[in-house]
């Protein structure tokens, strides 16, 4: 038994679909790799949210080209692209928008106008987005869950398609507001970008030095990219797959029947059902980028761990051993490997 969506019946006219997605992946691909050197984890994660339609938290140190790497992709989408700069006295008006008092010069009257603020885009880049207190990073939610902020009482539609690529450093966090869990839990990836080698960092010198000034230009569309996000849907899902993913998840929490003992004892709080549904979507925009049309074990586990990272909470024993997330979500998927026979 399968679990998928109702396929088109024009056969010929799917694999048309399908193979435009494939071309439009490697040109952005071919465009990016133009600026932006090595990472090839990093941008796969990245374009895979993209294709799902789901928003991406990159941590990475300063210097990594994470500005860059954002602003890049967004110009290879043909979307319009938006960067805010969170700081300490950034309030929430100045993301979302606010009203004004305008004067008509002819009649005098005066009435209210909105003035969109810089989340009205495409592609919005939340910089250093743990800068800025809770009452602020709160102004996210909305849009990022609902397409929409709400200013003075009125709905105002964001921009589709609409993605949040936010960024924090690991380091110099005194002064910082971490974010909610339940902000962080709507991130699809937590996505982390590490240094170059030694051989990639020679070519970001060779190319950032020189007086070549390169010009990317967009591969794709807004509407294409949402058609993109539907055929990714379509992608079958076995229900023994689905069902692994189901109690890999079920086993980040500490009170559920099928945890390990490592989980019972340094996880407080672990995934909850979206984690399960994130990763699903994912595996299927992964295989799909891989020029196969249905999903395999091998597309899940590659992706638990940018999923699930930020959403399993450590106790205080985790914390004073100095075991992280990734090591929990490393065990875990050592414990509950892959059926044999697949």
Not at 157 to 175: D, K, M
Not at 232 to 245: K, T
Request: glycine fraction near 4%; proline fraction near 5%; hydrophobic fraction near 45%.
């Amino acid at each position: 038994m399968e679990i998928t969506a109702e396929l088109t019946p024009d056969v010929a006219q799917l694999q048309q679909r399908i193979e435009r997605f494939q071309t439009v992946r490697d040109g952005i691909l071919a465009q990016v790799r133009q600026v932006i050197v090595g990472q090839d984890e990093v941008l796969d994660q990245i374009l895979i949210a993209l294709f799902v339609g789901g928003h991406c938290l990159i941590t990475g140190m300063p210097g990594t080209a994470k500005t860059l790497m954002v602003r890049t992709i967004a110009e290879t989408l043909g979307l319009t692209f938006r960067r805010i700069q969170f700081t300490p006295d950034l309030m929430p008006s100045d993301i979302t928008g606010t009203d004004i008092i305008e004067e008509d010069v002819t009649t005098g009257h005066r009435k209210w106008t909105f003035v969109e603020g810089p989340i009205f885009g495409n592609v919005v880049l939340a910089d250093e987005i743990n800068r800025t207190p809770p009452k602020t990073q709160a102004a996210m939610l909305e849009a990022m869950q609902e397409g929409s902020c709400t200013v003075r009482g009125h709905v105002y539609r964001l921009p589709s398609p609409f993605f949040v690529l936010a960024t924090q450093n690991p380091i110099e966090l005194e002064g910082t507001y971490p974010l909610p869990e339940a902000q962080l839990d709507r991130f699809l990836f937590n996505t982390l970008l590490d240094y170059l080698s030694a051989t990639d960092e020679l070519k970001v010198v060779d190319l950032t030095t020189a007086t070549k000034v390169v010009q990317v230009s967009a591969v794709t569309s807004a509407g294409e990219l949402l058609e993109f996000q539907q055929l990714v849907r379509m992608v079958p899902i076995a229900e023994s797959l689905a069902r692994y993913v189901v109690n890999l998840v079920r086993a980040t929490r500490h009170k559920s029947e099928n945890a390990p003992d490592f989980v019972k004892k340094y996880v407080n709080y672990g995934g909850s059902i979206r984690a399960a549904q994130f990763i699903v979507l994912a595996a299927k925009a992964r295989a799909l980028s891989r020029r196969r049309y249905h999903v395999t074990y091998d597309d899940v586990q590659a992706l638990v761990l940018p999923v699930l990272r930020h959403r399993i909470l450590l106790n205080f024993h985790a914390e004073s051993e100095r075991i992280d997330s990734d090591e929990i979500l490393q065990r875990l998927l050592a414990h509950m490997p892959p059926p044999k026979e697949v």
